[in-house]
């Protein structure tokens, strides 16, 4: 079996050419960009080491010296929230790539196939799904040890169901329409259909869960965090700042201000990011905007 | 009255101007008015005074111009309750009588039913029973028929022309049939790009055919495309041989362990087609057309029977075995819209098809191929990088043939190919079926449930009701002299433009 999938030049010009007039991709792009920037310069260089703890200078509000202040160890928060961004940034991307990578074959395949195979398939997720995925995520941890790679692990397991749920919903809309009967007439197998028909159809409801995932994967890192599950002290993570806000809300608001106005944004970017592909990815939106 | 034009003609922009209903971004200007009221100038609170009390409107499509979590009795007695005040029960009081007069009898639709368990024809008797509940004095409808088959179409115009006359409503009857708004309006407007080509008495208009476009549409609503007569059939094996082929639905699920009896969807057919013959398979909707055509395109399997494509069994064969098969056999579906993947370019949707060849052609070939095919059904080898998307619904309807012609088939099934056009699309659609008929001597196996398209291109006809072929015969011969009830029914029922311009003329004396 062979796939064409041709990307001809004048086709990719085009898209990008879209892509350039496309306004909810160009601020989420730069959205996103920035974030990802923050990220990276955070490994050669922050305002403050954010090992180093200060307790004298401990819960300072903004000043010109630490923009965003201080957390109840001294620390500077705009440098916490750099080097924090690699941990919920990596942490929520690798977990959304689990849930997608799995998720989605599983899901489609289910909607192909149908009967027993669909039931049997759909019946496992559930019972993925009945598990609250935060307790689950801290078993898993718990038997394989704390630390940032277990909580991607965990936390991708449990975007594997709902990802194969929004795939499978998609496909089902897919599969009884005409073209589909066309593709099986010129004798198409499900694979193929599968590939070339349904998936580019559902493309724009799986980025759109992801970007939801992607939050929900950033608050799940804090969770784990929170409970010692996830990133290990000393290295920051802004699930982690916000629990340490959370008991000094009133005496330095700051400190959970920052790291909420940081998960915010990247949602917001990626969230843009996505609505922008979903439109440049569209045939029927090409003439407009 | 009648309102007739092809789709975009602003056919349904005038109804809904009439109603205030019309977009937000439409704007109105001139005057429409009604009973001495300016509509346009009529504020919102006026206008829903109006709507319903005074005019009545029936949609086109009956499966969603009713309230799913609503009883058929509520959803009447809701506009009665709205504009007369009056009490619930004697709401229902009336709602039960006008259900009774658009044929719901009481016994068999008590007012508790949900518009789920209502067929198609039955449904737009509701939309009818709610547009008429208060006496309006104008009554719109809006392609009330183009969604049924002809024997309800015959009953809803029956029903409507009654209704008329009885309540002595106006009625404003909007459809691109020209047979249905001759037997139906006394006077006639045809609208074209928004814009009225002709307007006047019905049989004058229709029968002295001043205007080139009037001519135009009705020559197109009469459309026999020039075929050469029968070719001498019996030489050698038939092309698609069906045998005794039963096809069962299970039947609902009433418990977890039980279900109702199955449903019979295609019961004991057997026939044949030989190679480049052009047979069509008329019936009402849910006689089993559709699904009889998907067993013959091996996309559903028969509960029993066998089915011969040139000589092998097709059955119960796996995908893969049925490749050659495949080659031969291809489909053109009724909606032009919903048969292509709107994410894949034109080259790649006609293309589909050469999936099935023995040797994957290479690029530049298939484009070739492309290219021929288009080239073939009239379109130009230049739309091969477009989307569907760009296309109207007749050229969309050529992709389809083009898509069912690039592997050279013996045999192409045809599931309701022109009814979702307009008639002079259709015409042109009827001309190219015949064209590549003659030329490349494909079978046709053509479902339809218009006795016109059935005349205009088929050599053969097979009636179908209840599942099972009821009447087979030369085309002519059984639709001049029908002999099953089935196939007398829907000949009844088939509008036919001359007999009704001949029927008004001699109303008129």
């Given at each position: 079996m062979t796939l064409h999938i041709d990307m001809s030049e004048e086709n990719l010009a085009g898209i990008l050419a879209k892509a350039f007039r496309n306004r909810s991709f160009l601020a989420g792009f730069a959205i996103t960009a920035l974030v990802a920037a923050v990220a990276i310069v955070s490994f050669f260089w922050t305002p403050f080491d954010v090992t180093r703890l200060i307790i004298a200078n401990k819960t300072q509000g903004p000043s010109l010296a630490h923009w965003f202040g201080t957390d109840h160890f001294g620390r500077d928060i705009l440098s916490m929230i750099m080097v924090g961004a690699r941990n919920s940034i990596a942490v929520a991307l690798v977990a959304v790539g689990i849930g997608m990578g799995i998720g989605v074959p599983l899901g489609t395949f289910a909607a192909a196939r149908g009967g027993f195979v669909d039931e049997a398939l759909m019946r496992l997720n559930d019972l993925v799904f009945?598990?609250?995925?935060?307790?689950?995520?801290?078993?898993?941890?718990?038997?394989?040890?704390?630390?940032?790679?277990?909580?991607?692990?965990?936390?991708?397991?449990?975007?594997?169901?709902?990802?194969?749920?929004?795939?499978r919903a998609g496909a089902l809309a897919i599969w009884p329409r005409e073209f589909i009967l066309a593709a099986r007439a010129a004798g198409k197998g499900r694979t193929l259909i599968t590939l070339e028909h349904v998936l580019p159809n559902i493309v724009t409801l799986l980025l759109v869960q992801g970007t939801i995932q992607f939050a929900l994967g950033i608050l799940a890192e804090a969770g784990l965090s929170y409970v010692g599950l996830g990133t290990q002290p000393p290295m920051p993570s802004w699930g982690r700042m916000l629990f340490d806000a959370q008991t000094r809300?009133?005496?330095?608001?700051?400190?959970?201000?920052?790291?909420?106005?940081?998960?915010?944004?990247?949602?917001?970017?990626?969230?843009?990011?996505?609505d922008g592909i979903a439109d440049i990815l569209d045939p029927k939106s090409r003439r407009q905007r | 009255m009648g309102?007739?034009?092809?789709?975009?003609?602003?056919?349904?922009?005038?109804?809904?101007?009439?109603m205030q209903l019309l977009p937000w971004a439409a704007r109105a200007t001139g005057r429409v008015t009604f009973d001495g009221i300016d509509i346009l100038a009529a504020s919102e609170d006026q206008m829903c005074a109006l709507r319903g009390d005074d005019i009545g409107m029936v949609f086109q499509e009956p499966m969603t111009a009713l309230n799913?979590?609503?009883?058929?009795?509520?959803?009447?007695?809701?506009?009665?309750?709205?504009?007369?005040?009056?009490?619930?029960?004697?709401?229902?009081?009336?709602a039960r009588k006008m259900l009774d007069r658009v044929g719901l009898p009481s016994a068999q639709f008590p007012l508790s039913r949900y518009p789920h368990e209502l067929s198609g024809g039955q449904r737009q008797r509701v939309v009818i029973a709610i547009a008429c509940?208060?006496?309006?004095?104008?009554?719109?409808?809006?392609?009330?028929?183009?969604?049924?088959?002809?024997?309800?179409?015959?009953?809803?115009?029956?029903?409507?022309?009654?209704?008329?006359?009885?309540n002595r409503m106006g009625l404003l009857l909007i459809s691109h049939d020209l047979a249905?708004?001759?037997?139906?309006?006394?006077?006639?407007?045809?609208?074209?790009?928004?814009?009225?080509?002709?307007?006047?008495?019905?049989?004058?208009?229709?029968?002295e055919q001043l205007h080139p476009y009037t001519r135009q549409l009705a020559q197109a609503s009469m459309h026999v495309p020039a075929r050469a007569s029968t070719k001498e059939i019996g030489q050698g094996k038939p092309l698609l041989q069906v045998d005794s082929v039963t096809r069962d639905y299970p039947g609902r699920r009433t418990s977890l362990l039980k279900r109702a009896a199955p449903i019979r969807a295609v019961d004991d057919v057997s026939f044949s087609i030989d190679p480049g013959q052009s047979v069509a398979l008329v019936g009402r909707s849910g006689c089993g057309k559709s699904t009889l055509a998907r067993m013959v395109l091996a996309l559903d399997g028969p509960s029993s029977g066998t089915i011969r494509f040139r000589g092998e069994v097709i059955t119960g064969k796996s995908e893969a075995e049925l490749r050659p098969a495949r080659r031969d056999m291809q489909v053109v579906f009724q909606d032009p819209y919903g048969s292509f993947d709107p994410r894949q370019k034109v080259e790649k949707l006609v293309a589909e098809p050469l999936h099935v060849l023995e040797k994957e052609p290479t690029s530049a070939e298939r484009r070739e191929m492309v290219a021929k095919a288009l080239h073939e059904v009239g379109l130009s080898p230049r739309d091969m990088d477009k989307y569907p998307h760009e296309f109207s619904g007749g050229q969309r309807q050529r992709l389809s043939i083009a898509r069912a012609i690039i592997t050279r088939p013996r045999l192409v099934v045809a599931d309701e190919p022109v009814s979702a056009l307009d008639v002079s699309i259709r015409a042109q659609i009827l001309d190219l079926f015949a064209e590549l008929n003659q030329k490349l001597g494909i079978a046709y196996l053509f479902i339809t449930h218009d006795l016109t398209v059935a005349r205009a291109i088929t050599d053969q006809v097979m009636v179908m009701h209840d599942g099972r072929i009821v009447e087979r015969g030369g085309t002519s011969e059984v639709l001049d002299h029908p002999q099953s009830e089935a196939a007398k029914a829907l000949v009844a029922a088939a509008p036919d433009l001359h007999r009704a311009i001949a029927r008004r003329l001699q109303e008129q004396g």
């Open positions: 009945a598990f609250p995925a935060l307790l689950s995520a801290i078993m898993i941890t718990a038997i394989f040890g704390p630390g940032a790679v277990n909580a991607i692990i965990a936390i991708g397991i449990f975007n594997i169901p709902v990802f194969a749920r929004v795939a809300m009133v005496a330095a608001p700051w400190m959970a201000l920052f790291p909420g106005m940081a998960i915010a944004v990247t949602v917001l970017g990626l969230n843009l990011l996505g | 309102l007739v034009g092809e789709s975009g003609s602003g056919k349904s922009i005038t109804a809904l101007t009439v799913p979590v609503k009883t058929i009795g509520e959803q009447v007695a809701e506009g009665i309750r709205w504009h007369t005040k009056a009490s619930r029960s004697n709401a229902e009081d009336r509940a208060l006496k309006p004095k104008l009554l719109i409808a809006d392609e009330p028929t183009t969604a049924l088959d002809v024997v309800l179409q015959a009953q809803i115009l029956d029903l409507l022309r009654g209704l008329v006359a009885e249905v708004v001759t037997e139906m309006a006394d006077r006639i407007t045809i609208l074209r790009h928004g814009e009225v080509m002709e307007a006047g008495d019905t049989a004058r208009t229709l029968s």
